[in-house]
């Protein structure tokens, strides 16, 4: 079992960047891959990003590249999104995720957090 607690969302200006953290109560945070998604409103959920336990692997959604970045640190059990170059599309409610297996490769999610609010404005 693990439990996910994300923050470190707001409201942001177009171009400005946020990083947002998620942190897991766990004793074996490098077991799990780490995702985030997002649900803007109205749509359906999205895939953002996703890490290995090792944090070796990533593993993007093709319209993230080059403006999003995860990371993670196995020694704080915490799951970082950078976002940078934020747009007022990018307006979501952002979920962390959890698989409980280590390898990238047939990930499932499933263990999810409460969720942070991004909002962009123009």
């Known amino acids: 079992q693990i439990q996910l607690v994300e923050s470190g969302g707001g409201l942001v200006q177009a171009g400005e960047s946020l990083r947002l953290s998620c942190i897991a109560s766990?004793?074996?945070?490098?077991?799990?891959?780490l995702g985030w998604f997002r649900r803007a409103p109205g749509k359906e959920r999205e895939f953002l990003a996703r890490?290995?336990?090792?944090?070796?692997?990533?593993d993007y959604a093709d319209s993230m590249k080059g403006r999003f970045t995860i990371s993670r640190d196995n020694a704080k059990n915490t799951v970082y999104l950078q976002m940078d170059s934020l747009q007022p599309e990018d307006t979501a409610v952002y979920s962390c995720?959890?698989?409980?297996?280590?390898?990238?490769?047939?990930?499932?999610?499933?263990?999810w957090g409460q969720g942070t609010q991004v909002t962009v404005s123009s």
């Open positions: 766990t004793r074996t945070f490098p077991l799990y891959t």
């Open positions: 890490i290995s336990g090792s944090g070796g692997s990533t």
């Open positions: 995720a959890a698989a409980p297996q280590a390898t990238l490769k047939g990930a499932r999610f499933a263990y």
